[in-house]
């Protein structure tokens, strides 16, 4: 459980943050959620599924990194091995969260997380980044960690205007997919989900011009796209298993 609070320049101006161990965060993670906005980078490596959000029951577009839970291939001795680090990585320790008033978010930061220098020795390192410049400003770093926020902000309503359309024309299968590592080892692919190609295919006209004027129809052939990194990701696990 995160311990977040909201960040301010009273509190925090002495924060230093490492930003090269963001990639912490994402060393036990099978999936992590990405929007519309970063699909064609994860896709350069990533299977991008579907799945569903446990407590609401909503779809959720996920990159795909392991097929197993606390399993990511592409971290290895130590460090992100991935050409991509998604967004959710990569605003840590980050979070927006509710104003106290009940107006608009508010930038809140992990105190637990490993990213934040709490040692004098680590402390002096020239890697570490502050959230406010001496004057009470804040930084090029702390600007940019709110861009991210953004971006994802923006792309929590990007990726439900999608799943709406895709729900709408009945675009979304469930993913058949059983593999046999090296080892013999035997997995079935089970609550993931898929576009359903067949149906793409036979949509109308009119339903296409749709998708095409929401700027929808290339992020859907990304996802086509990413799941032959399924393949990928599963040569990985066998040369995992085969070390």
Not at 35 to 46: D, G, P, R, T
Request: net charge negative.
């Amino acid at each position: 459980m995160a311990n977040l609070v909201a960040v301010n320049n009273q509190q925090h101006q002495q924060l230093k943050v490492n930003p090269a161990k963001a990639e912490l965060h994402g060393a036990e993670l099978n999936l992590i959620p990405v929007v519309l906005s970063e699909f064609i980078n994860v896709a350069v490596q990533y299977p991008i599924v579907l799945t569903k959000n446990g407590d609401t029951g909503e779809f959720v577009f996920t990159a795909m990194l392991g097929f197993e839970t606390h399993e990511n291939l592409f971290w290895q001795q130590g460090q992100w091995q991935g050409l991509y680090l998604p967004l959710q990585i990569q605003r840590q320790p980050f979070f927006l969260g509710e104003n106290s008033n009940g107006e608009g978010s508010v930038v809140c930061i992990d105190l637990d997380s490993p990213m934040l220098a709490n040692k004098s020795s680590e402390a002096q390192s020239q890697s570490l980044e502050v959230l406010y410049t001496s004057a009470g400003e804040e930084s090029d770093y702390f600007n940019q960690a709110k861009q991210c926020l953004g971006q994802l902000l923006q792309g929590e309503h990007d990726n439900k205007l999608l799943i709406e359309q895709l729900k709408a024309f009945d675009l979304i299968q469930p993913l058949s997919f059983e593999i046999t590592f090296v080892n013999q080892q035997k997995t079935r692919l089970n609550g993931l989900y898929t576009i359903n190609q067949d149906k793409l295919a036979a949509l109308t006209s009119e339903q296409v011009t749709k998708l095409h004027q929401q700027n929808l129809l290339q992020p859907i052939y990304t996802l086509i796209t990413a799941m032959g990194q399924m393949y990928a990701l599963i040569e990985r696990k066998n040369q995992k298993l085969s070390a």
